[in-house]
């Protein structure tokens, strides 16, 4: 072909035509690069989301764990509570009962201090050693018997209250399985 017979318009379409030949090779060359790109991407949000959903699937199973723990937490805190409760209520029966039961032995004594001829068989009839009651008669420290064991039955419920409310505050609410703490 011979340049001489192309005139200024065909020179011009040729340069176009190159141009816009080269202009769809880099194109071309370009969407390679972006779907390669995309690609990486498109693997990159992938392996993204697949972490999110491991990291989602593991704080789920955390907090399962979790919610287990703090059920068996509970109830072992309840039932050493429990516990504590049900030894502090027998320890207060049994000191109840010791001090009514050393009540009426001290009223019995007494009794018997205050009219020897209780219990013989003497057919006299005796004159009682006070005009009361023995139940009202007053004790070394001014009360009478029955002030006197209401008032013993009055600190025996305390010290054992403060013996629950110690223990119980001894008990760890958050951690691991522990023996029943003394007194």
């Not at 790109?37 to 704080?59: H, P």
Request: hydrophobic share 45%; net charge negative; proline share 3%.
């Amino acid at each position: 072909m011979s340049w001489r017979l192309l005139n200024l318009q065909g020179i011009a379409g040729i340069v176009v035509a190159a141009g816009l030949a080269l202009l769809l090779i880099l194109a071309k060359a370009d969407a390679r690069h972006w779907r390669k790109q995309a690609g990486q991407y498109d693997q990159l949000c992938r392996a993204e989301q697949a972490a999110f959903a491991t990291t989602v699937a593991d704080y789920r199973a955390a907090a399962d764990e979790a919610r287990k723990a703090d059920q068996a937490n509970l109830a072992r805190v309840a039932a050493q509570q429990s516990e504590i409760t049900e030894r502090s209520a027998n320890d207060y029966e049994t000191r109840i009962a010791t001090a009514r039961a050393d009540a009426e032995r001290l009223r019995a004594n007494a009794t018997a201090q205050a009219d020897p001829g209780v219990g013989r068989g003497s057919s006299l009839p005796r004159i009682p050693a006070s005009t009361g009651s023995i139940a009202d008669t007053a004790d070394e420290n001014g009360l009478s018997y029955a002030d006197a064991l209401i008032a013993t039955e009055q600190a025996i419920q305390l010290d054992e209250l403060i013996k629950w409310v110690r223990r119980q505050s001894k008990v760890d609410n958050d951690g691991p399985a522990a023996t029943i703490p003394p007194d």
